[in-house]
């Protein structure tokens, strides 16, 4: 029985490592040959990606020839503060508040960002809706944070009903 332990063991971290780095580059790991360095991949996308959206298209599409990313705007919001459960170390139910600064990063080439702006006291109240249902130990660690920023981007995008909403960026993130 510890054997069959060990042996899932080892298969879970080695297909673990195989997702997370990808089937060629494990399969180059465990081979023993060198590993590609992370940084040539991202530059020669970055640099076959710019003749494309440097304008040198024409009249051929507008919209359509814009890269996403090319035209990002940063729209804050107020400070939000919501309460939240916590559990004490006795096991007793207590409250808490939590204390969130944050911006949305939105595309404005994407069909929809317009209405980013005019739906902003929706997405606040979607961001607070779903806040108030956190209790602390959600928001505990990286995995916490992103989990957060995860969420609160999908109710963006449901809110605006576009993918215009890119990114949430978390400027304060207080619990007392």
């Known amino acids: 029985m510890p ?3 060990l042996l899932l063991c080892i ?4 297909g673990g490592m195989a997702i997370s780095m990808g089937p060629a580059t494990f399969l ?3 081979q023993g040959e060198d590993l590609p360095e992370p940084e040539e991949t991202p530059a ?4 076959a990606a710019e003749p494309a959206g440097d304008g040198h298209g024409g009249s051929e599409g ?3 020839t814009a890269m ?3 035209e990002m705007t940063v729209t804050p919001f107020k400070e939000i503060i919501v309460n939240i459960t916590s559990t004490t170390a006795t096991g007793r139910r207590t409250t808490r508040f939590l204390k969130l600064n ?4 939105y595309d404005t080439a994407l069909p929809g960002a317009d209405d980013v702006e005019a739906r902003k006291l929706y997405l606040r109240d979607s961001f607070q809706d779903y806040l108030r249902q956190l209790n602390e130990a959600d ?3 990286t995995y916490g944070l992103t989990t957060l920023k995860t969420e609160l981007l999908r109710r963006a995008r449901a809110v605006t009903g576009s993918d215009a909403p890119q990114e949430l960026l978390v400027s304060d993130l207080i619990v007392q």
């Open 3 to 5: 054997i069959l332990l």
């Open 11 to 14: 298969l879970g971290i080695g």
């Open 28 to 30: 180059a790991f465990i």
């Open 44 to 47: 020669e996308d970055h640099a």
């Open 62 to 64: 507008g919209h359509g």
């Open 68 to 70: 996403p990313g090319d």
């Open 102 to 105: 944050l911006a949305l990063v």
């Open 139 to 141: 928001l505990q660690g």
